[in-house]
């Protein structure tokens, strides 16, 4: 590819006939399936021989029932592609529209008498229909998101304004990036904020010459999040996008607020937004965070001891040196306190810290250095496989981590940290989070910051299930570890 083409792009959106013509086909499917069911397996009541019918008369129930369908689920927006739609909500439109189908195909068999009429077997049709039609839009979610996070199907994003808004709007498309929104930088009439990158995401310069950098950069939709009192640029930046022929999207300036903090009504048309100022972290959230944290480790704990003892004289083995390392920390609310890890460098390898993070030019707020040579043989294997940080499970039992949460810095770190970065501290940090499973080491520092906020506003029991389940092929395959 020569250095001026366009990335290779891939459309993953199906051509608009294909989920009625599946839903169709999955339709006859589950009457097939509904009549062996109740006519040869005759699993929950038999069928007297006087009653035994071929499938033929329920061709016209079929046909009935896929028309009855289409129309309802083209009546909800069905098939409708809007990006960011959870699957609930689909299951919902299709439980909704076979739940009416079917009522009215009963009510019809009721009122007319056919002489082949099998309610039980409309029945069988329903439960069968919601399962296939929703399971074929589940997989499709995971094929989907499989294919986003390869980088197929993806869409090039530049947004405008690096503002709290605009850093809302990038660190929501980094943790979230099954939804294919990838972005290639940020532009802002500030200069200081334009020419500063945040990790691997660019400053491109002032929103004067956003025609070029939308060509330059190969971009695809523009993200507007400019406070609303600059609507004549607003409109003016639209413009600008139409004319090179990429869509554009603004974000209202009510979306500085937390999603969760806002919910919207609709009167007549008029949509009414309202601030209800909850928070992701309240009270009952920290019981049950903690709650869950104590009881996996109870859970675990027979073989953490086994892997406890075997880390252990591994260490011991190898040569001099405690087998434990304790280091300062920064926690929740910037309180301090000692963390705990298997040592996996030769006892003197914190004098020797400045030195090498000077030599690689690391960043000092968040240091990795590959190769390091402090590192013992030993240290090299369990911290490839993330054992040398089974010792924080000390810190989360006496309730100064979580098992998911940011990493906690060092002081040191914490004194180069700009305002925005102390977001991070208001959580208990974890031993694993949105910054591991979205590349570990890989991910540059101001990118783990907008991981670790967008995880702090929008912390779910959900989520934490999610990310222990990501960490382990993470931890497994040693992706992005070093």
């Given at each position: 590819m020569e250095p001026n083409d366009p990335p290779a792009r891939r459309n993953l959106y199906m051509p608009s006939w294909f989920y009625p013509t599946a839903d169709i086909v999955l339709v006859f499917l589950s009457f097939v399936i509904g009549y062996l069911i109740r006519y040869e397996l005759q699993i929950f009541r038999p069928v007297l021989e006087i009653n035994r019918a071929d499938f033929s008369p329920y061709l016209v129930y079929a046909v009935f029932y896929t028309v009855y369908l289409f129309l309802n689920y083209q009546g909800d927006k069905l098939y409708r592609n809007v990006r960011g739609r959870s699957w609930f909500e689909e299951l919902t439109i299709i439980i909704n529209g076979v739940a009416r189908a079917t009522v009215v195909a009963m009510a019809i068999s009721f009122f007319f008498q056919p002489l082949v009429s099998s309610r039980l077997m409309l029945a069988y049709v329903a439960g069968i229909t919601i399962i296939l039609q929703s399971g074929m839009r589940l997989a499709r979610r995971f094929i989907r998101a499989y294919l986003r996070t390869k980088g197929i199907g993806v869409q090039r994003v530049l947004v405008v304004g690096a503002g709290d808004v605009g850093k809302a709007v990038l660190r929501t498309m980094l943790a979230r990036r099954e939804l294919g929104y990838v972005p290639v930088g940020y532009v802002d009439d500030n200069a200081e904020r334009a020419s500063v990158s945040l990790g691997r995401l660019k400053g491109l310069g002032g929103t004067e010459n956003l025609a070029q950098t939308i060509r330059n950069n190969f971009v695809e939709l523009v993200i507007i999040t400019l406070p609303w009192s600059e609507h004549d640029r607003i409109l003016e930046l639209v413009q600008v996008c139409k004319r090179a022929g990429v869509e554009s999207?603004?974000?209202?300036?009510?979306?500085?607020?937390?999603?969760?903090?806002?919910?919207?009504?609709?009167?007549?048309?008029?949509?009414?937004?309202?601030?209800?100022?909850?928070?992701?972290?309240?009270?009952?959230?920290?019981?049950?965070?903690?709650?869950?944290?104590?009881?996996?480790?109870?859970?675990?704990?027979?073989?953490?001891?086994?892997?406890?003892?075997?880390?252990?004289?591994?260490?011991?083995?190898?040569?001099?040196?405690?087998?434990?390392?304790?280091?300062?920390?920064?926690?929740?609310?910037?309180?301090?306190?000692?963390?705990?890890?298997?040592?996996?460098?030769?006892?003197?390898?914190?004098?020797?810290?400045?030195?090498?993070?000077?030599?690689?030019?690391?960043?000092?707020?968040?240091?990795?250095?590959?190769?390091?040579?402090?590192?013992?043989?030993?240290g090299s294997f369990i911290r490839r496989a993330s054992l040398d940080e089974l010792p924080n499970l000390i810190n989360v039992f006496r309730g100064q981590m979580s098992l998911v949460g940011p990493r906690p810095p060092t002081p040191d770190e914490v004194q180069l940290y700009e305002t925005w970065h102390m977001q991070r501290l208001q959580v208990l940090p974890g031993l694993t989070g949105l910054w591991q499973v979205s590349g570990r080491n890989e991910v540059p520092f101001d990118e783990m910051c907008l991981l670790d906020i967008y995880y702090i506003e929008n912390w779910s029991v959900k989520m934490d299930a999610q990310i222990l389940m990501m960490t382990v092929p993470r931890v497994l395959l040693r992706h992005g570890a070093y």
């Open positions: 999207r603004i974000v209202p300036d009510v979306f500085q607020l937390n999603l969760r903090q806002v919910h919207i009504e609709n009167l007549d048309g008029i949509p009414l937004m309202g601030v209800n100022g909850e928070v992701a972290f309240q009270g009952r959230h920290w019981v049950l965070k903690r709650a869950i944290d104590l009881g996996l480790i109870i859970l675990v704990s027979p073989v953490l001891l086994v892997l406890f003892g075997l880390i252990a004289l591994a260490i011991r083995l190898e040569g001099e040196g405690p087998v434990f390392y304790s280091q300062r920390r920064v926690g929740l609310n910037g309180r301090e306190f000692n963390i705990y890890k298997f040592r996996s460098m030769i006892p003197n390898a914190e004098s020797l810290r400045d030195q090498l993070v000077k030599e690689h030019g690391e960043d000092p707020r968040h240091p990795k250095i590959k190769n390091d040579p402090r590192i013992t043989r030993v």
